[in-house]
């Protein structure tokens, strides 16, 4: 009788990835349509309904991946006097306050203080945060309920609500432009308020008999574990995708923006596009194992040999993006020309200095909570010294391609990162001993 | 394989947790750690597992000290508690994962699992479920077949009956006693449960504020009147 089971793995990912590559044309067209009527009419304050319009999809898109938290009442909770009613409001004011909601302000802020008057620019902003703050909502809500019954009605009300809002954004009524953005905030509000109410008749259990999906089990390799772990940490598994369509949409931008012409907006994209991969991984170095570092200890695999696991996939993590960027570079390139060395030099400093130094967070990390999907407060923290450690050769780095021309600085960073793969095993080794030498401490912290 | 304790103590804040001078488990013997809550029952055998530091003193494994030496790894199998379970792994993978560290082959590890079948109850293998869904019973089932699944020379077990349904108890217990007989492996066991424990082992040290205050021969289950006593008169 054979136990192990072999299925296909990736098909989920790949729906997942798909997805999220569908946004680039989405943003591109929505987006290139509003610069040309901006540099057209000149009149920004014009264009903030349909720039509103434009985030719309787009935002509910990436927060439906991005946003995972159900905000669900804990069983402690849930068995003390606290009403349906406080426990929703809470939610909703937690969406408010929640910065990864309203994280598109951060570019609008600028942008619209700049070309705008001071009462139109908080307007403006008043309606993306209306926007951000609904939809961050509406994915909460969504997220809540637990069967399809209920999560159809959220569903059915958006498809109502995207023509609702098209049509508003021409403005039929020829509303004043202030009245009109008021209007539109009003809508929103209202839409809040329905979700709210509907979020007071729909009953949330805490039934973990329902977590139980089939899973899709793997034949192991080595390095298996590394993305397993991530791909199946309910809170974490869509971040390395995230920073992958962070990164290629800001190198596709800098590709298809006339007004961008010098080289080093271009060599700081690729930069973080190859190291930032590697990074997400690194910052959850012994975060996950922290959830079962007794029984790794206890068996016959060194921690060194767990970390050259890690090392091998963050390689693998930066070469994926070097050669991602590289096609993306060849296919969408535009007058700023980038040789292939530039790719290799950066992929060797990434490989030889890059994934070396983030093995310091091994020393600093907590154990990560990575399954909680009620409202709790993971004990992993990060240290600024940690950050400041990890982020220092990145800024060096980008100082010397800032400073220095192109092919010295290939040069450099090429020989960096060669000194730093020759001294690799011997890097790997004293990280191994220093963590071993420590091991109590680190394994003290992880049970907290 | 023999175990040696020497002179080790754990001590936190200003309260010694363990203080045992001197205690040598031979080769074969099923020890039965028992005591109250708080006895040190679960940190003598962390300090076994070289999980935690001793402030003072050693365990030696077939003449080696386990915080010195790994080669105890290779031969020991144990379980604790849940952080001993990749909690997102399914039993198959989790199995195959350990089988791949002692390098078990497939077939070999596929053979092995069939003498737990009657312990899995058809709950856990082929369910599809990442550990963590698993009820606390079916948890600690995966954990204990995962430590015996290795064939281990010395088997290390923290409260194996707790959380298990009667009928997996009595399989645990057959199961520890089969180990032992077949392979001669030198197991430690702790638990509550007098029966249990003096069912299986032929050797209980109880454990008391730290200390071992009793160290009593069983044979076969000889030792419980004792304990029974032991513990009513307290």
């Known amino acids: 009788m054979d136990y192990i089971i072999r299925e296909k793995v990736w098909h989920k990912t790949l729906v997942v990835a798909i997805s999220i590559l569908l946004l680039f044309p989405i943003l591109y067209f929505t987006f290139g349509d509003m610069a040309d009527e901006l540099s057209r009419t000149k009149r920004f304050d014009y264009v903030v309904p349909y720039v509103a319009l434009s985030i719309l999809i787009p935002d509910f898109l990436l927060k439906y991946f991005v946003k995972r938290e159900k905000l669900v009442m804990s069983d402690s909770m849930k068995t003390r006097p606290i009403s349906t009613a406080s426990w929703n409001r809470f939610v909703l004011l937690n969406c408010l306050l929640d910065s990864g909601n309203s994280y598109l302000l951060f570019f609008f802020i600028p942008v619209a203080f700049m070309s705008m008057s001071f009462v139109k620019s908080v307007l403006s902003l008043l309606l993306f945060f209306s926007i951000c703050w609904l939809n961050g909502y509406a994915i909460t809500i969504y997220r809540l309920s637990q069967d399809w019954e209920y999560k159809a009605p959220v569903i059915v009300v958006g498809f109502f609500w995207v023509p609702l809002v098209t049509c508003y954004v021409i403005n039929p009524l020829s509303f004043p432009w202030v009245l009109h953005i008021i209007g539109f905030i009003l809508l929103c509000m209202l839409m809040i308020y329905g979700l709210y109410k509907y979020s007071c008749t729909i009953h949330v259990y805490t039934d973990y008999s329902r977590n139980t999906k089939k899973e899709y089990v793997t034949h192991f390799s080595g390095l298996a574990i590394e993305y397993v772990s991530m791909m199946r940490a309910t809170r974490y598994r869509l971040f390395p995708f995230y920073i992958i369509f962070n990164c290629l949409f800001g190198l596709f931008l800098v590709l298809n923006n006339p007004y961008i012409s010098n080289t080093f907006s271009l060599e700081l994209i690729v930069i973080l596009s190859i190291i930032g991969l590697p990074i997400i991984y690194g910052i959850f170095m012994f975060a996950f194992e922290g959830n079962y570092m007794d029984g790794l200890w206890t068996r016959p695999i060194g921690i060194r040999r767990v970390m050259q696991v890690k090392y091998n996939g963050y390689v693998i993590d930066a070469a994926f993006m070097t050669i991602l960027c590289y096609v993306l570079y060849r296919i969408f390139r535009n007058e700023i020309e980038l040789p292939i060395c530039f790719f290799g030099a950066t992929l060797l400093f990434t490989s030889g200095v890059i994934n070396h130094v983030i093995f310091f967070t091994s020393f600093l990390a907590k154990r990560c909570e990575m399954f909680s999907n009620s409202f709790s407060i993971t004990p992993y923290r990060r240290s600024f010294l940690l950050e400041a450690v990890v982020f220092l050769p990145i800024i060096v780095l980008l100082l010397i391609y800032y400073f220095l021309p192109i092919s010295i600085a290939n040069i450099a960073s090429a020989l960096s990162g060669i000194i730093g793969v020759l001294l690799h095993p011997f890097i790997m080794k004293w990280f191994a001993q220093k963590y071993e030498s420590n091991r109590y401490k680190y394994f003290e912290q992880y049970r907290n | ?234």
């Open chain 2, 1 to 234: 394989m023999e175990l040696i304790i020497k002179n080790l103590t754990k001590v936190y804040g200003d309260r010694t947790v363990l203080d045992i001078p001197q205690q040598t488990i031979t080769s074969g013997e099923i020890i039965g750690l028992v005591g109250n809550n708080g006895a040190g029952k679960t940190t003598i055998l962390r300090l076994m597992l070289d999980l935690i530091k001793a402030d003072s003193g050693e365990v030696r494994s077939n003449g080696n000290a386990v915080n010195e030496d790994s080669q105890w790894k290779t031969y020991t199998g144990s379980y604790i508690d849940k952080r001993f379970l990749i909690p997102f792994y399914t039993p198959e993978e989790f199995f195959h994962f350990v089988a791949k560290l002692y390098n078990i082959k497939q077939k070999e590890l596929n053979k092995r699992l069939e003498e737990y079948h009657q312990m899995m109850h058809d709950e856990i293998l082929g369910t599809g479920k990442q550990i963590r869904h698993f009820s606390e019973g079916n948890q600690q089932k995966i954990g204990i077949i995962a430590a015996m699944i290795i064939n281990p020379t010395v088997l290390i077990l923290d409260e194996p009956f707790n959380y298990l349904d009667p009928s997996s108890q009595i399989v645990v217990a057959k199961l520890i006693k089969q180990i032992n007989e077949r392979l001669a492996t030198t197991v430690i066991v702790s638990s509550h449960n007098l029966t249990y424990i003096t069912d299986v082992a032929t050797r209980i040290l109880l454990l008391e504020k730290g200390k071992i205050i009793k160290d009593v021969p069983n044979k076969n289950g000889s030792a419980l009147d004792e304990l029974t006593g032991y513990f009513a008169s307290m």
